[in-house]
């Protein structure tokens, strides 16, 4: 395991997405490389890809003024998903 790797690892996926989610509604030009302890800027904005966090996504949160953008596991194969708020429970796959 890398430096890089072992620090990452002192976090949950889950607390990485939380933080990567919370950086990017926080800001239009959040500060990436100080934000998860071993993941730089360009694995951060992968991660965000990943898990669907797109411009569009955050300019209707911050629309909507209440964020409800999370991390949730689907009720149905318990994955998580990027969930677009409480009634959204669901992931992709299974919402077909
Ligand atoms: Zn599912």
């Known amino acids: 395991m890398t430096e890089k790797q072992a620090a990452t690892a002192a976090l949950s996926p889950a ?3 939380r933080r ?3 950086a ?3 800001s239009e030009d959040p500060a990436l490389d ?3 302890p071993g993941l730089d800027e360009a ?3 992968r991660r965000a ?3 669907g966090l797109t411009r569009e996504l955050v300019r209707d ?7 409800r953008l999370a991390m949730r596991a689907c009720i149905r194969c318990d994955s998580p998903f990027l969930s677009v708020g409480p009634q959204n429970r669901l992931c992709r796959r299974c919402n077909r």
């Open 15 to 17: 607390e990485v997405d």
């Open 20 to 22: 990567i989610i919370a």
């Open 24 to 26: 990017f509604l926080d």
């Open 34 to 36: 100080a934000l998860v």
């Open 43 to 45: 694995d951060i904005r």
């Open 49 to 51: 890809a990943a898990i």
């Open 61 to 67: 949160a911050r629309v909507a003024g209440v964020v």
